[in-house]
């Protein structure tokens, strides 16, 4: 097992396209967390699935985001008639978590898939 | 307001120096303290995790601290090299969401 995985990179996309980022956590993991980086500031956190289950969304993820995890393996994201200000780094992070087991739930990041909407 | 303060946002230090690294944060409860480092164009990989009971934790060159009491924890780098150029961020872990620091940009030059 490599680690999380993101796919694509980078994307460049013109305003009004739809764009999808795939992430692959790690296989033992059951918990998957998006989150969205701006230049100069820390990861923000858009929602997180327990295995296929969606359990939280941030308010910042507006209805023309949407994350699926329909296996409870891999995971995407798709935003719809993209803005420039979904122009971020999209992170992906993994976890194991368990109730009560000391040290769960530390969270192993992706590498990102930047999206640049011109 | 962010519940998770860094200081500084940036600096720059000479290779071989050592530098100090400072969080401050108001979450509670609190769960844990976390330390990541990112690459530019990267995800954020952790350093060290430490939990109420722990007040230093160390990682090679890196060395965390934490005071529950004052709820401010820092990151000290010793001996700096080129490849610690990057940025450091603080996350806190409250009962059950994690609150992310900005991150402090650390460049090393030769």
């Known amino acids: 097992d490599t680690g999380v995985s993101q796919d694509p990179r980078h994307k460049i996309t013109k305003r009004g396209q739809n764009v999808t980022f795939r992430c692959d956590p790690i296989?033992?993991?059951?918990?998957l967390y998006w989150y969205r980086q701006t230049l100069g500031q820390g990861p923000e956190f858009l929602t997180y699935?327990?295995?296929?289950?969606?359990?939280?969304k941030s308010r910042l993820l507006s209805d023309r985001f949407s994350a699926e995890r329909p296996k409870g393996s891999f995971s995407t994201l798709e935003i719809q008639r993209t803005e420039q200000g979904d122009s971020a780094m999209y992170l992906c992070a993994s976890s194991f978590w368990r109730q009560g087991v000391s040290g769960a739930n530390v969270l192993t990041f992706g590498a990102g898939s930047r999206l640049t909407v011109l | 307001k962010n519940q998770v303060e860094q200081s500084p946002q940036s600096l720059i230090i000479l290779e071989g120096k050592n530098c100090t690294l400072q969080c401050n944060y108001t979450v509670s409860p609190f769960s844990n303290l976390r330390w990541y480092k990112q690459d530019t164009g990267r995800g954020p990989v952790s350093l060290t995790i430490m939990t109420f009971s722990e007040n230093t934790k160390s990682n090679g060159r890196y060395t965390a601290t934490l005071d529950a009491d004052t709820k401010q924890s820092s990151l000290h780098i010793t001996a700096s090299q080129l490849s610690d150029s990057a940025s450091y961020i603080c996350v806190v872990r409250g009962d059950y969401k994690l609150s992310f620091g900005a991150g402090t940009t650390v460049t090393v030059r030769a």
């Open positions: 296989s033992e993991h059951n918990r």
């Open positions: 699935f327990q295995n296929e289950a969606q359990l939280e």
